[in-house]
């Protein structure tokens, strides 16, 4: 029998931690990014994944056919709705399985915790384009012309994310943290805050891509139970041997530096997630497919080893 292939859309740490998890399940996998990048996990083809003449081109043979390409938050709305469109388009005409990587950014910020079913009501401009985006696919298998799936997931941290810029425990938190100095995080460090684990969220993009009837509507990852920043640095700085000092990123830093860098500016606007409770409820998707997220402090253990065997 023909081994499936697995076209995924954007190199980055999802992206890569999910084309791992298929080979090991026997399928075969090809990146398809603007810049054709060789890529250790798979083969790489280059082409724009906005034009959906090349996209379908670059994805020929695919039956899964994974949109984990991340855009920056200040070129968002010139690039994500193209891309929406020519993904939807080429799976259409691939006769391939379109599977999203989504966030929470569309569910109502009052109302916790939130489910599948929670109200959708943006509280931000990204929020209010991501429900567009989504109710675009959705509305693809309703009328028949193609087979689609999303999993979205709470900020997401792990093995492969630790230099990652976008990571709450990424970029902006290991280089100052292992250099013993003050670590700075967005909003209020002590908030209860649903933080996905980035195995977990690859291993459910890849068991929703697998499972037919699960496809045709949104599910929330697992994720780690509530915890807060804190927490979570606490615990890599008992699993390192380090201490570490918590701070909040005072909110006129972001408004002063936002004046200066469009990207900064756009974070601002999504600070509320830290700011107060922001939790999931995904009792969902373990109903569905019968497992749970990584335990918090096996995830943090498992993070650090990462970190210290790539250096």
Sequence with gaps: METKLVVILGAGPVGQTAARMYKERGLAVRFVTRSGKPMPEAETVAADIADADALTSAAEGASILLHAAGV????????????????????????????????????????????????????????????????????????????????????????????????????????????????????????LHSFAYLPDFARALVDASLDEGSWGRPWIA????????????????AEAGLKVKVQALPPFLLKVLGLFHPLVREVSEMLYQFEKEFVVDTSAWTARFGWKATPLDVAVRETWEHRVAAR
Aim: a positive charge; aromatic letters at 12%; zero cysteines.
């Design 222 to 237: 697992p994720a780690m139970g509530p915890t807060t920043s804190r927490r979570v640095a606490e615990l890599f700085a």
């Design 72 to 191: 920056p938050y200040h070129r968002w709305f010139a690039e994500f709705p193209l891309m929406q469109s020519a993904v939807l388009s080429a799976a259409e005409r691939l006769g391939a399985v379109a599977v999203f990587a989504e966030n929470l950014y569309s569910y109502a910020a009052d109302t916790m915790p939130m489910t599948e079913t929670s109200e959708e009501k943006p509280a931000t401009k990204k929020g209010a384009l991501r429900l567009k985006l989504s109710q675009q696919w959705l509305a693809a298998p309703a009328s028949g012309r193609v087979r689609a799936v999303s999993v979205r997931a709470s900020d997401y941290w792990g093995p492969g994310a630790t230099d990652s810029p976008n990571s709450h425990f990424g970029a902006r938190f290991f280089p100052g943290f292992e250099a013993g100095k003050p670590v700075a995080f967005l909003g209020n460090p002590d908030a």
